[in-house]
Structure formats: structure tokens, C-alpha cells
């Protein structure tokens, strides 16, 4: 079974704080995803990466930065955090070729005042 | 850019009635899935449907694609309470990189 884990289920953090939220799979995927859920909106997609150090925009990526030093790590970063970045957010893996499910992390709830 | 727009956004039934949710794309999909996000859990696959007007099932759930593959549909027959979560539809390219629905919330009263 492919498990995803995300470092914290909920995380408290302050405006402007920089905030390293940590994804790490278990299933040598290559691709792995960062997406935002937020209620009515559905799952936006952050960022995303094909490969170790390669890293494309998803629809959402301002005030967002990514970090895939290993394959199975993938990093979103919040470089000055605000409070309209309250969300939850979910990882997700796939193993390479197309039309392949998507592996969920349990998300981290994430506040920000 | 290219959407997926679900409806309805919530839906609450009796237990044993059927339930339905909708999915259309602003352009043509290479596939489409399911998934199934229970409450505080996270999403779920379900299925994955690739050719123009396929049907799928799954016990009480019959999904659907559209001939036009721009929409599809997943219907629950005789609903239960195990039933109850958010159900996403997500159309896909051939990059692995999926576009999700809004979700729709189904509420199942016993």
C-alpha cells in the first residue's frame, strides 16, 4: 500500500512567519502534488514536480514556494505566511505515466493569525 | 484555463434513496476519477473512466463518461449512511496532473 505522510496534522503558526509544511511517500513516485482545499472551491493545485529538483506552477502558486531535494520529499513552503492562507492542505503522489490515481496524504490543517 | 464545475454542492437524502452528482469540463478530458473524501479523512480513489460514453459500477455506485468526454456523473443507488462524504470528480490530462470539481457533500439521514 502507498502511503503518503505529512509531517503535522494541524499546525498553528503567525502572520508573516515562514512555514515549511513537509510530504514524504514511500513508493519511489515521481510525481507528487501540492493542492489546497478549501470549502466550495474543491482541491486547488499549488505546485506540482515530475522529478527530483524540477518543480511547475500549479493554478495557485503565488505566495508559495516548493522544494524536492529527494524524490520522496516534497516541500511547500510559505515564505511570509498570511491569513488568508488558512487551509487545509494535501499531498498526493502518483508513480509516472498518466491516468494514474492519485495517493492522498491525511492533510494538515493549517491556521494562521 | 481549463475548469471541472461539479453540482449540486450539497445534498442531503432519506437512507435508501438514490443520489446523483454531476461533472462538466470546459474542454475534452483525457479520463476521468472518482474520488471519495470521508469526513476529516482525506480523498480516496474510486474509478477512473477513459473511454467516451463508458459506464462503470461499483456495487450501488454506477458512474458514468460522457460520449463527448466532457462530463461524467456518479450515481448511488439505495443510499447508506456509509455513504456520507464529499465525492470529487477530477479530469485528467496526459500529465498525471489532475483538475478537481468543487466536491459535493452527501448527507444521508437514517
Known amino acids: 500500500d502507498v502511503k503518503v505522510t505529512q509531517s503535522s496534522r494541524y499546525l498553528v503558526k503567525r502572520t508573516g512567519e515562514k512555514v515549511f509544511l513537509e510530504c514524504v511517500q514511500d513508493m519511489d513516485h515521481e510525481n507528487m502534488f501540492w493542492y489546497r482545499q478549501d470549502p466550495g472551491l474543491g482541491l486547488r493545485l499549488i505546485y506540482f514536480s515530475y522529478d527530483v529538483k524540477m518543480k511547475e506552477k500549479g493554478d495557485i502558486p503565488e505566495g508559495y514556494s516548493v522544494s524536492r531535494e529527494k524524490k520522496e520529499r516534497f516541500s511547500l513552503i510559505l515564505e511570509s505566511a498570511s491569513t488568508n492562507q488558512t487551509s487545509m492542505y494535501l499531498c498526493a503522489s502518483i508513480s509516472l505515466g498518466a491516468a494514474q490515481p492519485q495517493h492522498f496524504g491525511d492533510g494538515t490543517r493549517l491556521s494562521i493569525l | 484555463g481549463q475548469q471541472v464545475m461539479q453540482i449540486p454542492q450539497y445534498q442531503h437524502v432519506q437512507e435508501g434513496e438514490d443520489f446523483t452528482t454531476y461533472c462538466n469540463s470546459s474542454?475534452?478530458?483525457?479520463?476521468i476519477q472518482w474520488y471519495k473524501q470521508r469526513p476529516g479523512g482525506h480523498p480516496v480513489f474510486l474509478i477512473q473512466?477513459?473511454?467516451?460514453?463508458e459506464v462503470k459500477k461499483q456495487k450501488r455506485l454506477t458512474f458514468q463518461f460522457g460520449e463527448a468526454k466532457k462530463n461524467s456523473s456518479l450515481h448511488i443507488t439505495a443510499t447508506q449512511t456509509t455513504d456520507v462524504g464529499t465525492y470529487f470528480c477530477a479530469g485528467g490530462g496526459n500529465t498525471g496532473k489532475l483538475i478537481f470539481g468543487q466536491g459535493t457533500t452527501l448527507q444521508v439521514k437514517p
Open positions: 474542454t475534452t478530458l483525457s479520463n
Open positions: 473512466l477513459v473511454k467516451s460514453g
